[in-house]
């Protein structure tokens, strides 16, 4: 059974940083899709990042692309979510997700993913 749990959320200022960290059971990491996806109150869940299983390559959303970066230790069994330059819209709850199989245009759809984490909240505020 795949379990995810995330942690390092909290409150930060603006032009801060966090680490999110996603640690990963029941599957090994490094051969398996791990994705990020976040969800602000009253809007629907976002694909924020993924790393793929196929070459380790990752995919970003153009609002993060440059500020977040997705990172996996094999050894802790953990994939990370570096977020830099944080801004008030990253406002969200963070989640991990994990599949097996994946089409690399879908790794944003939240419906690929067949499990998840509980989530981890993140504040950008002053």
């Known amino acids: 059974q795949v379990q995810l749990v995330e942690s390092g959320g909290g409150l930060v200022q603006p032009g801060g940083s966090l680490r999110l960290s996603c640690s990963v059971s029941?599957?090994?990491?490094?051969?398996?899709?791990i994705a990020w996806f976040r969800q602000a109150p009253g809007k629907e869940r976002e694909g924020v990042g993924c790393?793929?299983?196929?070459?380790?390559?990752?995919s970003y959303a153009d609002s993060v692309k440059g500020r977040f970066t997705i990172s996996r230790d094999n050894a802790k069994a953990t994939v990370y979510l570096r977020m830099n330059n944080l801004k008030p819209e990253d406002t969200a709850v963070y989640y991990c997700?994990?599949?097996?199989?994946?089409?690399?245009?879908?790794?944003?759809?939240?419906?690929?993913?067949?499990?998840w984490g509980h989530g981890t909240q993140v504040t950008v505020s002053s």
């Open positions: 029941g599957v090994t990491v490094q051969y398996t899709n």
């Open positions: 790393m793929f299983v196929i070459d380790g390559g990752t």
């Open positions: 997700a994990q599949t097996e199989s994946l089409f690399r245009d879908n790794w944003n759809v939240a419906s690929e993913y067949n499990n």
